[in-house]
């Protein structure tokens, strides 16, 4: 779910050396807009906890950008975008779904499941190859394997809001601290 086409998969394997070189996780991959005004968007994250600085994605960018004009897998125009996940983050890795757990996310699976392609509900962890999902209206926890979710992210609600606002708070406290040593 990192990529979903062969040129975003293509992409990804050519960004993730350099992206664990710089201690930095890929989260996705996605060649957006047409073939004149394409767009590589590239998301990732810090390792250690899922945070990506402003110099980092600069720093990031321009070593993405360096082996993809050298590589050329992306055909015509495009333009480079290098971000963090964001809040209301997409979920493309199984530990993703574990490290949110307790969260609202909504998710698409690549079939049918009782008529239905869309899912709303609280992570309830991950068990084995399978997200496990404590649905709105139902009593038992749906259980969806990885594989067949085709996109997933968090829901931007007040819980989410509070939690994005600690780390930001722990981060820069954490930054005062190296910066005084």
Known sequence: MQAKTEIERRVLMLIEPICVEQGLVPVRVRLLGREKNNILQIMAERKIDGMLGIGECAK???????????????????????????????????SHFVTWEGFEAKLELDRLIEGRRRFKGILAGVDAESI???????????????????????VMNDKLLKNSAASSKQQAKQQENENEH
């Not at 360096?66 to 333009?79: F, T």
């Open 60 to 94: 990031l960018s321009r070593a993405i950008s360096a082996l993809i004009d050298v590589e050329d897998p992306v055909s015509g125009k495009y333009q480079l975008e290098v971000s963090s996940p964001g809040i209301d983050r997409p979920l493309t890795l199984l």
């Open 132 to 154: 496990l999902v404590d649905l709105e209206g139902e009593t038992e926890t749906a259980q969806f394997p990885f594989d067949w979710i085709s996109d997933a992210k968090l």
